[in-house]
């Protein structure tokens, strides 16, 4: 089935920043520091808060993996307005879970091989160039509205079991090489969740600060500050 966030999506007209003056009455604009993006519904008009949205597809070379994933941090801030320390958390997020989407979902490279440091090495570059492994992709979705970032990754292995990883925390697992991972991403994302097959990964990141967009605008005396509309009843009088 098709993906939750792109499911039952409406034809997207996207407003470049210099024209949104047009749908801002008066003084708004300049209590509002935000670029609004129009959406045009086949329904209705209406202002949406909807601001990008991204599909990529990577192979299983590992070389791509930081760029890739400071690209998608670098997305996420600019469209979410997170801070530097949140975008280095994204990053770092990402980093694992694409890593982990290509080594342990498309290549099936078991964590426990890590132990053996280059049969682990080995084994993964063997595999990304035999089938059915050299074949698999992953496929990043991102979506990115006022109030959130959401963000998934999604291999084509086999899948797993989540609830079967164990939990690093605890004492007997400190020496277990596999659960840091998504340890670090639970640390750095509201939710964190995963499909039945354990294929695809769900990262959601909430913005701290959300900017308001009002649902609908109507005209100058709804959207303008008290103070404006004092200054227009003090005009009248005059």
Known sequence: SDPQLLRNRAPVKLVPPHQTRSFLAGDVRDHLNYSFFYIESCQEDSLMQILHQSNLTISNDLGLVSETAQRIASSARTFCRFSDREEFHIFISLVEAINNAI???NLEVDSQ???EGV???ST???RRNCAPFNERTVKLRCQYTAEQAI?????????FDASSVPDPTLEENLEKPSGRGLLIMRSYFNDLSFNETGTCLRLVKNVIHPVKIPQQLT?????????LAKRQRLSAHH
Do not use: D, F, M, T
């Open 219 to 227: 005209s100058e005396q709804e959207l303008a500050p008290k103070s």
């Open 119 to 121: 049969l682990y090495e």
């Open 151 to 159: 963000i998934e990754i999604e291999n084509e292995g086999p899948g």
């Open 103 to 105: 080594v342990h979902g």
């Open 113 to 115: 091989l890590r132990k």
């Open 124 to 126: 993964i570059e063997k």
